[in-house]
């Protein structure tokens, strides 16, 4: 089945434990993208990657951290987490970039809902 | 810069009556626009999304929207609304910046509360 995967889907942990959200598409996607969904705020996208070893900051980058090894994967990293970043994380992958909409539809995993105290 | 506004935060209606969600969207360029709808404690899925020509179009389980170019509105509609289609849903707008980049640019959201 294709899909995007996240783990964990839910996380409470504590101000300043660094942690790491993983995100899986078993697509052959070119590029995947972080976004933050927060009440009355819609998603904002926190960090997105063209392909492999390709990222660039999104809307709301600062505290996060990506890296992109792997075609497949695309983990967000808090390295000092704080209450700000208390939120529910959307990874999404496309085909690819360019001119047609087909390229641009994006597919979602199922959200890890984050709380840090 | 571009930008999508959601009309109504939260929207009721009763079982069989329409559904009507509002989407104005700003953009410099011809626009891609998208519905997405998230059901509780899921992820987002694709509604529908226009390209270009045909203005009106069809999405799954029985919703379409019309893209208006004059009123810049991609509003979304159903016309029997169903308990299931209680979710929140979410207009997105993108166009291909130089270089291929395509970035969706996401609406504040709406939620739809179907009662019987």
């Known amino acids: 089945e294709a899909q995007v995967t996240q783990n964990p889907r839910y996380l409470i942990t504590v101000t300043g434990k660094k942690l790491t959200v993983t995100c899986s598409q078993n697509m052959n996607h070119e590029y995947m993208s972080w976004y933050r969904q927060d009440p009355g705020l819609g998603l904002r996208q926190i960090y997105y990657?063209?392909?492999?070893?390709?990222?660039d900051k999104g809307d709301v980058p600062e505290g996060y951290k990506v890296s992109r090894k792997e075609k497949r994967n695309f983990p967000l990293i808090l390295e000092s987490p704080s209450p700000n970043q208390t939120s529910l994380y959307f990874c999404?992958?496309?085909?690819?970039?360019?001119?047609?909409?087909?390229?641009?539809?994006?597919?979602f995993g199922p959200g890890t809902r984050l709380t840090v105290l | 810069a571009q930008s999508v506004t959601q009309l109504g935060s939260h929207v009721s209606v009763s079982e069989g009556a329409l559904v009507l969600l509002r989407c104005n969207y700003s953009s410099s360029v011809p626009p891609y626009l998208f519905w997405y709808v998230q059901y509780p404690n899921q992820g987002l899925q694709l509604l529908l999304k226009y390209t270009t020509g045909a203005t009106l179009v069809k999405g799954i389980n029985g919703f379409e929207a019309e893209f208006k170019k004059s009123e810049t509105s991609f509003h979304l509609t159903k016309p029997s609304a169903h308990m299931s289609d209680a979710a929140e849903y979410f207009c997105?707008?993108?166009?291909?910046?130089?270089?291929?980049?395509?970035?969706?640019?996401f609406g504040a959201g709406t939620r739809l509360a179907v009662h019987p």
């Open positions: 999404a992958s496309s085909l690819g970039v360019g001119r047609t909409s087909s390229y641009n539809e994006q597919f």
């Open positions: 997105a707008v993108s166009h291909a910046f130089s270089g291929g980049y395509n970035k969706l640019i």
């Open positions: 990657s063209m392909n492999v070893e390709v990222t």
